[in-house]
């Protein structure tokens, strides 16, 4: 089975899949080596760790296609990938998903943001038409070469025009041709209640840590029918919070021995970027 097909039976299962956020090669490698199933490249993500700045649509589409990339060819698991709006209108989205696709995605997000998008647990989001939205997927789903290549459809209306606005929209992109749905930033546990309810599609449930969104478990938004429990940014906060735990150690200290409760090994992070394999690789080709 290709990783698109299984990524489409995981979200069809619904039985709320844990899919973590990757920034880079090397944390969709430890999100793999953890046996999580499929892997979120994320726009946050990229923009945090790679510019340091906030998710404010300063990521392009050739970054995120360059980052995709190098996951796809660092991982075997299935990918979810963030393309924001589009990066423009219907006809820059036909160009993404075509970049974003040879570059190997197994699923494209998009948004319904007016540009430039900001993160969806930020204040002062602004929505396009809902027509507008329309063609965009209308021309995400002709762009695509391959019919299993999933294209996932995020509103983030709720925050602009309330929950049933986002509940119509969604209905309306799933009418349209997206192959799973996402309502952002719903704000109560009812809402996260009554959307398995509402809508025909497999969708996703997007856990920020700190965001707006009450916090479910996994297992809880399996049973409700979500297919995809997101955290996009669990592995880069958790990164970030190392980095400083460590550093504040060496700062003050003035060094660090090999501590596992501070840094991995030197022989784990060897293991983690595949030397061992480099390292037969080589004797093979031995002259």
């Not at 080596?33 to 392009?60: C, H, K, R, S």
Request: glycine residues 8%; aromatic residues 6%.
């Amino acid at each position: 089975m290709t990783s698109r097909k299984t990524l489409r039976t995981l979200a069809e299962a619904r039985r709320g899949v844990l899919v973590p956020g990757a920034f880079n090669a090397l944390s969709a490698r430890v999100i793999e080596d953890l046996d999580f199933e499929a892997i979120y490249v994320t726009g946050a993500g990229v923009t945090n760790m790679w510019f340091g700045l906030p998710d404010q649509a300063f990521m392009g589409l050739h970054e995120i296609a360059d980052h995709t990339a190098r996951i796809r060819d660092a991982v075997q698991l299935p990918l979810i990938v963030d393309a924001d709006t589009g990066f423009g209108n219907a006809l820059n989205v036909r160009h993404a998903v075509r970049v974003l696709e040879r570059a190997g995605a197994d699923c494209i997000q998009l948004e319904d943001q007016v540009s430039p998008k900001r993160c969806g647990h930020f204040s002062g989001k602004e929505v396009i038409d809902t027509a507008e939205m329309l063609g965009k997927i209308k021309a995400a789903v002709d762009a695509r070469h391959d019919p299993d290549l999933l294209i996932m459809a995020r509103t983030d209306a709720a925050a602009v025009h309330g929950f049933e606005a986002a509940v119509e929209r969604a209905q309306q992109f799933s009418e349209a041709g997206a192959d799973i749905l996402f309502v952002e930033a719903v704000t109560t546990a009812d809402e996260i209640r009554a959307l398995p309810r509402r809508l025909d599609r497999p969708q996703l449930m997007n856990m920020v840590i700190g965001g707006k969104t009450p916090i479910f478990s996994a297992e809880e938004l399996g049973g409700l029918g979500y297919g995809i429990v997101l955290y996009a940014n669990a592995a880069l906060q958790g990164a970030v919070a190392g980095m400083q735990k460590a550093l504040t150690v060496l700062r003050d200290t003035r060094r660090i021995d090999e501590d596992p409760a501070l840094v991995v090994s030197f022989a784990e992070r060897q293991r983690l970027v595949g030397k061992p394999a480099l390292d037969a690789l080589e004797k093979k080709y031995e002259a």
